[in-house]
């Protein structure tokens, strides 16, 4: 995920502070990993120096002096790019499952037992974004339903794989 | 031997059967306890649907045991497991099993009525049910007039309607959109947990058995519980 482009994004909206940027991120996209309060003043002091966002203000207080940060017109016009900028799909042709089943069917090891066990482990997975998901809201059911199907679609190749050990054995060890 | 079998509420050893000469089953086994969900799933052709059919004896097995809390399926005559799967069990099947001439309530409504409870008894506890399906305002439609979705929720709320201890259900998303079976899925273990009811579930789609606490694998008519695979 691009930090920046994310906060320049929720800039877009008003002016705000480090405090409140980092709020709005972990309370849209954080999840699981919420952003330290060093990135957020990292990264703006980053975008302040390419000029995508201005300080609109400081307050002086009791701790230390709270900047509030405004998105330039250089800023919108980067956040417009980025967000019509399509992302990469996946390769998915590097997948330690792939070179674990080929190696053990090379050393003649049990490739179905490695199978079964990253079976269960997926659905595994799955229940917990499931239950997450039923229990969470609006944003918890789009991330989750994201990567439950990614979790299905692995558990697609998984099924197949496993039907035709026998041939792929033969074929790995011709 | 399955997981613990110990305190199951149904559990399956050596199951065999076969359609002439092909082995549908092959030595399967299973069990499930009260209040929970498990998922039998496997390829097409695998014998899933044949172990539901025998769990829910159906379909009597070649050889083989099945113990019901206590007792001995395989050796109960056919009118005895009639009553035990009007009684204990619920069933909800992919499409096709709600009466067309009834409305909804009515359908929800008819295994107590084929049970003795009089039409406002029946009605009333089948209008509880369909609340809590989130199909309460269906009441007077007849099955015709519903979508796939809510026909399936109503067929879910007459599954449960008598109270079952177990419920058998045999791909019940596999004719919905995948919204729409989801909904499905969390209403049906919702109120099936809530009642400390167990759930035999068939189904191929992943997303579905993820809704499940348990999953048994099916292939070639061999079953294997997957908690064992870790």
């Given at each position: 995920m691009s930090i920046g482009h994310t906060l320049l994004g929720l800039l877009e909206s008003g002016p705000r502070h480090g405090y409140d940027l980092k709020r709005a991120f972990d309370e849209k996209f954080g999840h699981d990993r919420p952003?330290?309060?060093?990135?957020?003043?990292?990264?703006?002091?980053?975008?302040?120096?390419?000029?995508l966002v201005e300080v609109g203000g400081v307050e002086a207080g009791g701790g230390p002096e709270r900047k509030r940060y405004a998105i330039?017109?250089?800023g919108i016009t980067d956040v417009q790019r980025w967000?019509?900028?399509?992302q990469k799909p996946g390769e998915y042709l590097q997948s330690p499952l792939y070179t674990k089943v080929v190696l053990a069917l090379l050393t003649r090891r049990d490739a179905a037992k490695i199978l079964d066990v990253q079976r269960s482990e997926q659905l595994r997975g799955m229940r917990t974004l499931t239950d997450r998901k039923?229990?969470?809201?609006?944003?918890?059911?789009?991330?989750?339903?994201?990567?439950?199907?990614?979790?299905?679609?692995?558990?697609?190749?998984?099924?197949?794989?496993?039907?035709?050990?026998?041939?792929?054995?033969?074929a790995v060890t011709r | 031997m399955t997981t613990s079998p110990t305190g199951s509420l149904l559990a399956a050893h050596d199951l065999r059967k076969a359609y002439g000469p092909t082995r549908a089953l092959d030595g399967a086994e299973f069990s499930v306890h009260p209040g929970e969900v498990v998922a039998i799933?496997?390829?097409?052709?695998?014998?899933?649907?044949?172990?539901?059919?025998?769990?829910?004896?159906?379909?009597?097995?070649?050889?083989?045991?099945?113990?019901?809390?206590?007792?001995e399926l395989t050796a109960m005559s056919d009118a005895q497991r009639s009553a035990l799967r009007r009684s204990e069990f619920g069933f909800v099947f992919q499409f096709g099993q709600l009466v067309p001439e009834l409305t909804c309530v009515e359908n929800v409504a008819l295994p107590l009525r084929l049970n003795g409870s009089s039409r406002k008894d029946a009605e009333r506890t089948?209008?509880?049910?369909?609340?809590?399906?989130?199909v309460d305002d269906l009441t007077a439609k007849r099955p015709g007039e519903v979508s796939g979705g809510q026909g399936q929720r109503v067929a879910v709320a007459r599954a449960l309607v008598t109270g079952p201890r177990l419920l058998f259900a045999d791909e019940p998303?596999?004719?919905l959109d995948s919204s729409n079976g989801e909904r499905v899925m969390e209403l049906l273990t919702e109120a099936a947990r809530s009642t400390n009811a167990a759930v035999v579930l068939v189904t191929h789609e992943t997303r579905v058995a993820?809704?499940?606490?348990?999953?048994?694998?099916?292939?070639?008519g061999r079953s294997r519980d997957m908690e064992r695979a870790v």
């Amino acid at each position: 995920m691009s930090i920046g482009h994310t906060l320049l994004g929720l800039l877009e909206s008003g002016p705000r502070h480090g405090y409140d940027l980092k709020r709005a991120f972990d309370e849209k996209f954080g999840h699981d990993r919420p952003l330290h309060y060093g990135q957020v003043y990292s990264t703006m002091s980053r975008l302040l120096k390419n000029g995508l966002v201005e300080v609109g203000g400081v307050e002086a207080g009791g701790g230390p002096e709270r900047k509030r940060y405004a998105i330039t017109d250089a800023g919108i016009t980067d956040v417009q790019r980025w967000l019509e900028t399509p992302q990469k799909p996946g390769e998915y042709l590097q997948s330690p499952l792939y070179t674990k089943v080929v190696l053990a069917l090379l050393t003649r090891r049990d490739a179905a037992k490695i199978l079964d066990v990253q079976r269960s482990e997926q659905l595994r997975g799955m229940r917990t974004l499931t239950d997450r998901k039923s229990k969470g809201d609006w944003a918890d059911q789009l991330i989750c339903d994201h990567a439950l199907s990614h979790l299905a679609a692995d558990l697609r190749w998984l099924e197949p794989t496993a039907a035709r050990l026998d041939k792929l054995r033969k074929a790995v060890t011709r | 031997m399955t997981t613990s079998p110990t305190g199951s509420l149904l559990a399956a050893h050596d199951l065999r059967k076969a359609y002439g000469p092909t082995r549908a089953l092959d030595g399967a086994e299973f069990s499930v306890h009260p209040g929970e969900v498990v998922a039998i799933m496997g390829p097409s052709g695998s014998g899933k649907s044949t172990l539901l059919h025998c769990l829910a004896g159906i379909v009597p097995p070649d050889s083989g045991s099945i113990t019901y809390n206590g007792r001995e399926l395989t050796a109960m005559s056919d009118a005895q497991r009639s009553a035990l799967r009007r009684s204990e069990f619920g069933f909800v099947f992919q499409f096709g099993q709600l009466v067309p001439e009834l409305t909804c309530v009515e359908n929800v409504a008819l295994p107590l009525r084929l049970n003795g409870s009089s039409r406002k008894d029946a009605e009333r506890t089948a209008r509880g049910w369909m609340a809590r399906l989130e199909v309460d305002d269906l009441t007077a439609k007849r099955p015709g007039e519903v979508s796939g979705g809510q026909g399936q929720r109503v067929a879910v709320a007459r599954a449960l309607v008598t109270g079952p201890r177990l419920l058998f259900a045999d791909e019940p998303t596999g004719a919905l959109d995948s919204s729409n079976g989801e909904r499905v899925m969390e209403l049906l273990t919702e109120a099936a947990r809530s009642t400390n009811a167990a759930v035999v579930l068939v189904t191929h789609e992943t997303r579905v058995a993820a809704y499940s606490d348990r999953e048994v694998v099916v292939r070639d008519g061999r079953s294997r519980d997957m908690e064992r695979a870790v």
